[in-house]
Nanobody, 124 residues
Framework: QVQLVESGGGLVQAGGSLRLSCAAS????????MGWFRQAPGKEREFVAA?????????SYADSVKGRFTISRDNAKNTVYLQMNSLKPEDAAVYYC????????????????WGQGTQVTVSS
């Protein structure tokens, strides 16, 4: 079992930056791939970024965030991060982190464990 708690959301102006954190508890964090997803009101949950299980691991990004967002992890701290730069109003959503064993996926239903979400609001 893995428990996930996101933090770092908030209100930011367009063009600004935020860093989301997801703290994991439970065993074997280092063996889980981690993903970030987001969901805006009235829209489906969508993939944002994911990172494979090991430090310095392979990453994957949605086209809409490539070059602006960076996912990273610190297995010693059981934490995964999402650095979000050049934020746009369309990035506003509730952001969720998720975990699944080993290999990353960009499909939300491949993930076994989810956090409660953190709200990101971007003003224009």
């Amino acid at each position: 079992q893995v428990q996930l708690v996101e933090s770092g959301g908030g209100l930011v102006q367009a063009g600004g930056s935020l860093r989301l954190s997801c703290a994991a508890s439970g065993r074997s964090f280092g063996t889980y791939a981690m993903g970030w997803f987001r969901q805006a009101p009235g829209k489906e949950r969508e993939f944002v970024a994911a990172i494979n299980w090991s430090s310095g691991a392979r990453t994957s990004y949605a086209d809409s965030v490539k070059g602006r967002f960076t996912i990273s992890r610190d297995n010693a701290k059981n934490t995964v991060y999402l650095q979000m730069n050049s934020l746009k109003p369309e990035d506003a959503a509730v952001y969720y982190c998720a975990a699944r064993p080993l290999a990353l996926s960009n499909k939300w239903n491949d993930y076994d464990f989810w956090g409660q979400g953190t709200q990101v609001t971007v003003s224009s």
